[in-house]
T-cell receptor, first 110, second 112 residues
Framework: NAGVTQTPKFRVLKTGQSMTLLCAQDMNHEYMYWYRQDPGMGLRLIHYSVGEGTTAKGEVPDGYNVSRLKKQNFLLGLESAAPSQTSVYFC?????????FGPGTRLTVT | GQQVMQIPQYQHVQEGEDFTTYCNSSTTLSNIQWYKQRPGGHPVFLIQLVKSGEVKKQKRLTFQFGEAKKNSSLHITATQTTDVGTYFCAGLIIQGAQKLVFGQGTRLTINP
């Protein structure tokens, strides 16, 4: 099992550009999440999904969109990147015992 | 806003000393989870506590869940350099929908 994988690992964008981060899990988990992590801010939930075809807003959803067309995939989109979105992005999936995180995507917006 | 507070934010110890991080919630938690993140890595699930007053041990790590299910602690006995990292608590709050709220983390550094 690969667990939770994320692509890409690193990305540099210019202000106004768009991109999609892909998260995939092979553990058949219903719940999936997108977090961002900034120094001193811990993990902040952007969006989450409780199952295929469903999404919901987390703590900091503005500027992001998500889709969960397949159970194993959860996509995070930035339509018009801003420097404030420079961060490390983690995807996670969960069962009843805890959350399992991907390796992260380091995004820099210049 | 942030409903789960974790202290201290940073802790530096000599190798062999003990370490404790505390987590406090303004809301009763359904469960509390603990995660460890090594520098440059991703959070890794350590344990989940569910019952009021529950205590669990993993080798040198002791986890406690308070009687009121509003606070928790992680204690490491005789730290080793492999314990370096940031420790996060995360409380599951059920108010209609389920929400897992992370504390800000305690970053542990160790002087060998």
């Amino acid at each position: 099992n690969a667990g939770v994988t994320q692509t890409p690992k690193f990305r540099v964008l210019k202000t106004g550009q768009s991109m999609t981060l892909l998260c995939a899990q092979d553990m058949n988990h219903e719940y999936m999440y997108w977090y961002r992590q900034d120094p001193g801010m811990g993990l902040r939930l952007i969006h989450y999904s409780v199952g295929e075809g469903t999404t919901a807003k987390g703590e900091v959803p503005d500027g992001y969109n998500v889709s969960r067309l397949k159970k194993q995939n959860f996509l995070l989109g930035l339509e018009s990147a801003a420097p404030s979105q420079t961060s490390v992005y983690f995807c996670a999936s969960s069962n009843r015992w805890g959350q399992y995180f991907g390796p992260g995507t380091r995004l820099t917006v210049t | 806003g942030q409903q789960v507070m974790q202290i201290p934010q940073y802790q530096h110890v000599q190798e062999g000393e003990d370490f404790t991080t505390y987590c406090n919630s303004s809301t009763t938690l359904s469960n509390i989870q603990w995660y460890k993140q090594r520098p440059g890595g991703h959070p890794v699930f350590l344990i989940q506590l569910v019952k009021s007053g529950e205590v669990k041990k993993q080798k040198r790590l002791t986890f406690q869940f308070g009687e009121a299910k509003k606070n928790s602690s992680l204690h490491i006995t005789a730290t080793q350099t492999t314990d370096v990292g940031t420790y996060f608590c995360a409380g599951l709050i059920i108010q209609g929908a389920q929400k897992l709220v992370f504390g800000q983390g305690t970053r542990l550094t160790i002087n060998p």
